[in-house]
């Protein structure tokens, strides 16, 4: 499989003295779809945070497409061109801009020019309701819109890796399934690896390369997407599914 595009070792995180990550090691590798599942409060949102430098690293190494950031901060890895794209749960587009200002916060890296133009023009072969509605504020947006802008504008400038905080959430069912069919369109058409952290622990799975089953910080279960579930024990715990 080769050498991994990101690796966590041993990452002990947390706020303050608070400390929330105990010991995790994950790999994701070039064109895989990851999921992390576990119970609310398990953590999972925490561990992608302290991968790019939003919460604080108490100890471990972090490495991402051969580079080591451990301990950087979010503006020390986009300053030094690590191609990672990460989109936060709920609140992750800018209301009072237009669709078009989202997206040019995204290519923060490059120049506002023509290549910016192309850029989004590529991204309008994923997105086309973006095309349709450039000009608008994204506070006009529906939930599953504002949800393909966030997406969007972290494909903006081009990355590697993307980390996906729960990404269905807040989403109706028919919507929540049409967000993970394109988080695997990406997978699939960009041969992009995705990190991707979901509530919904058995289809996000079913769409998955692997997984890990996070609880109290610590991973509880590890192993391909047919393995976990097939797992009677997880199954009945983190799937809602029983014997």
Known sequence: MGEPILRATNIYSGYGKLQVING????????????IIGPNGSG?????????????????????????VTGKKPHEIIKEGIPIGYVPQLSNVFPSLTIEENLKMGYYTKKWDQSFHERTEELFQLFPVLKERYKQRASLLSGGERQQLALARALMPT????????????????????MLQLILKLKRELNISILLVEQRAKRSLELSDR???????????????????????????YLGQRD
């Not at 990355?159 to 049409?178: C, G």
């Not at 089953?213 to 579930?229: Q, S």
């Open 159 to 178: 990355p590697k890796i993307l980390l996906l905080d729960e990404p269905t959430a807040a989403l109706a069912p028919k919507l929540a399934e049409e």
């Open 211 to 237: 997984g890990y089953v996070f609880v109290t910080g610590r991973i509880a279960a590890e192993g391909t997407a047919d393995e976990l579930l097939a797992e009677d024990k997880i199954r009945r715990l």
């Open 24 to 35: 995790i090691s994950l790999e994701l590798h070039q064109g895989e779809l990851v999921t």
């Open 44 to 68: 999972k949102s925490t561990f992608i945070k302290t991968l790019i430098g939003l919460v604080e690293l108490f100890s471990g190494k972090v490495e991402i497409n051969g580079r080591d």
